[in-house]
């Protein structure tokens, strides 16, 4: 059974930083693409951030590109988001989601398992 499961949520003033980790277990880690999707209140789902399998690329969504950097480490089976320079507009539910590969445009729907989601808030 495929488990992703988030921590590192919780509140935090504008400009601040929070690092969200995603556990997984039950996939081959290495041979995985494993991306973070957010959803704020009232919207539909975002694709932020994606790190293909060992090779270990790369890409962000436009929103968070600068600011959010994803990392892996396979010793472990844990994807990292970093989040710097947390702004009002980053308040959001925030999955971990794998997938086979990254898609070159970060579209949710890509994803085939999700994890229950970690909420971040970002005070003004």
């Known amino acids: 059974e495929v488990q992703l499961v988030e921590s590192g949520g919780g509140l935090v003033q504008a400009g601040g930083s929070l690092r969200l980790s995603c556990a997984a277990s039950?996939?081959?880690?290495?041979?995985?693409?494993i991306g973070w999707v957010r959803q704020a209140p009232g919207k539909e789902r975002e694709g932020i951030s994606c790190?293909?399998?060992?090779?270990?690329?790369?890409n962000y969504a436009d929103s968070v590109k600068g600011r959010f950097t994803i990392s892996r480490d396979s010793a472990n089976d844990t994807v990292y988001l970093q989040m710097n320079t947390l702004k009002p507009e980053d308040t959001a539910v925030y999955y971990c989601a794998a997938a086979s590969v990254c898609a070159e445009v970060l579209d949710p729907s890509a994803f085939i398992s999700w994890g229950r989601g970690t909420r971040v808030s970002v005070s003004s």
């Open positions: 790190i293909s399998n060992s090779a270990g690329i790369t």
């Open positions: 039950g996939i081959t880690f290495d041979n995985s693409a």
